[in-house]
């Protein structure tokens, strides 16, 4: 029987909307595959601006190697995000923000290097090229969401189940003057993980697929590969995957970063309960 790509985007949208969760996909359709995913994720896509919401970008998932065992996928991924889920957080030390945990399904904390597009990039292009078609640069948190219990699931049902994503916090975006510094200095830095002022984990710029540049050109060239209704537009947001590891949070802490090797603020983010 074929994928009803209707019917299962239906399926995601309702779980996000009722805050449940669902078994994977591929528990009852083993052959459902990664281009079906992606045709679910155009008919989510569809499905949202209909109702109002504006694609505001892209979130690249699963860049860093060291998750892959632990969620048994082993190549990135990608999806939209959204003007609703994206949120612009303060200059200087990018905050405050509060959320609440409450508003996502397994929520967890991932700390990302964020790109804004000046002109769409095109797969084939080095890095150089690539950072020539990006005016600035920042730091955020992406929250992550599994609407399959456990985080259990296969490749093409985070796809289809909006590639993961509940919200970025975005901080200041730097422009880029010169892009030279950046090159290295994307390729070398380090951020510390807090959580209520204790370092719970550091990671550095290689683990996202050798640096967040990388990052980007893998999502580019695949989806040159495999095109979607939507392509990379100037103006969005792209978020290049987490360069710790990926940490359940719930109400009452307060996150932070500290970023060595680059010129962008540090983070802090506070979940407290919805008022």
Known sequence: MAVSVTGIADAVLAALAQKRQIAPITDGEPDFGLDAAYA????????????????AGWKIGFTNRL?????????PIWGPVYDRSVIHAEAGEAGPVVLSAAAFVEPLIEPEIVFRIARPPHAGMDERDLLGCVDAVGHGFEIVQSIYPGWRFRAAD????????GALVCGPLVPISDPEPWLDSLARFEISLLRNGETVD??????????????LRHFVAGLDERPMARGIEAGDLVTTGTVTRAFPVENGE??????????LPGMTLTFAPAS
């Not at 679910?40 to 694609?55: F, H, K, Q």
């Not at 985070?158 to 994503?165: D, G, I, L, R, Y």
């Not at 307060?254 to 010129?263: A, H, M, Y």
């Open 40 to 55: 679910v994720a155009d008919a989510v896509t569809a499905a949202r601006i209909a109702r109002g919401e504006t694609p």
């Open 202 to 215: 550091r990671g550095v710029a290689a683990n996202v697929l050798g640096g967040p540049l990388k990052a």
């Open 254 to 263: 307060t996150w932070g970063t500290r970023i060595d090797g680059l010129p």
């Open 158 to 165: 985070t796809v289809a189940a909006f590639a993961m994503h």
């Open 67 to 75: 998750i892959w065992d632990q969620y048994g996928v082993h190549a």
